[in-house]
């Protein structure tokens, strides 16, 4: 991101203006979605849309509606106006004629003009025959063009550098609408019934990681990787019909033999009430994975961030309800009984939903454990004094 925060802003963006615009938020969602994992997307920033790899621009795209005009048209001035603004920004190093992809993005369907012949023309001969063409249509029109100006700026300039322009140039003009490729992305990862509920969050979070940005002064640009971690965790967070499915391996006998014998606090909580050495098993091992399966949902962005603060504060209730439970039903048992109920109780009741899903059998006991290895909760009733006993 450092790299970024040195990129100047191009001519023809124009950061601060997006909210007025229905298009560009589409078209950003959608490059985030589909560019390079480790790439960033800019708003307004190297163009109406650009793809950034560090201080490099991939991809710089106009994005145009043609619900009314033709930007495709001969004598468009939004074409011609594109064309000259991508040859000043070469000039000025905001853009790479050699490697940044330039792209025209038109949306609904319209007959093309000269842009239509520009785009993919790949060799010299190619271009200068098509630029010859163009400057002899201009010369039998009966006056100047609105988009003149534009236009004599691309037949002035250099024609190493046109070149290099015109052959990294694509008009894309093939969608009916700025949502169709989105969903076609959408298709195999959300299921329909979402689907339109994942485009508005997506279009709206990346409004909201850009207007962050510019609020605290960096580049108006969002790392792609973040973006999907956050737009995961969100269609997660949203598909009931999902389950959470460990991603976490099974700890070895090796390993929980060795988690039990350096007694963590939640294993001398259990030591407590005399929990036999089966129940300590169990607890070491749902305890592992449950704090491996926390760490992998979090990092692949598949739980939203404050989800496991209210799946834990739902355990902290449940416990507080069983235990007053416990002792008021089970006054005749020993305290150490009474704390063994405790934790059967806890651990045995119907399983807490987390975002309203099903969690692996493990999790439940292995977050109670590591509220208990954390002294949230405790299962003798006078865990606290007993434990800081122990350390004294």
């Not at 842009?115 to 400057?135: H, Q, W, Y």
């Not at 355990?315 to 048992?333: D, I, P, W």
Request: charged content about 25%.
């Amino acid at each position: 991101m450092s790299d970024l925060a040195t990129l100047k802003k191009a001519k023809g963006s124009a950061a601060g203006q997006y909210l007025g615009y229905a298009l560009q938020p589409v078209r950003l969602f959608f490059h985030l979605l589909t560019c390079p994992s480790d790439s960033y997307v800019g708003l307004e920033y190297a163009d109406d849309i650009s793809v950034h790899a560090g201080d490099k621009v991939l991809l710089a795209e106009q994005c145009k509606s043609a619900l009314t005009g033709n930007p495709t048209s001969n004598w468009s001035v939004d074409f011609w106006k594109t064309i000259a603004n991508w040859i000043d920004n070469s000039k000025s190093g905001f853009i790479s004629p050699e490697s940044t992809s330039l792209q025209l993005y038109v949306v609904p369907q319209k007959n093309h003009g000269f842009s239509g012949r520009l785009s993919d023309l790949k060799t010299d001969n190619e271009i200068d025959a098509a630029i010859a063409d163009i400057v002899k249509k201009r010369g039998k029109l009966s006056s100047a063009p609105e988009c003149e100006p534009y236009l004599l700026k691309v037949l002035g300039a250099d024609p190493v550098l046109r070149r290099l322009l015109i052959r990294n140039f694509v008009l894309v003009n093939s969608d009916s609408d700025p949502i169709s490729p989105i969903l076609a992305h959408l298709d195999a990862l959300v299921r329909k019934e979402m689907q339109e509920a994942a485009v508005r969050y997506g279009i709206g979070d990346a409004l909201k990681l850009i207007d962050e940005a510019m609020r605290s002064g960096a580049p108006p640009v969002i790392s792609a990787s973040a973006f999907r971690k956050r737009f995961r965790a969100f269609i997660s967070a949203h598909d009931s019909e999902r389950f959470l499915h460990s991603l976490a391996d099974a700890p070895t006998d090796e390993v929980i033999e060795s988690t039990i014998s350096e007694s963590p606090c939640f294993i001398r909580q259990l030591d407590l009430v005399d929990a036999n050495i089966d129940e300590k098993t169990r607890a070491a091992s749902d305890f592992l994975r449950t704090t491996g399966d926390r760490t992998r949902w979090a990092e692949e962005g598949l739980v939203f961030e404050g989800s496991m603060n209210e799946y834990d504060s739902a355990l902290l209730r449940r416990h507080q309800n069983l235990k007053t439970e416990v002792g008021l039903v089970n006054k005749s048992l020993s305290e150490k009984e009474q704390g063994r109920l405790l934790y059967s109780r806890c651990c045995q009741s119907s399983s807490i939903a987390l975002e309203a899903r099903v969690v692996p059998e493990h999790f439940m006991s292995g977050s109670l454990n590591a509220l208990s290895d954390r002294r949230e909760i405790g299962w003798h009733p006078d865990f606290d004094k007993l434990l800081d006993s122990e350390a004294t």
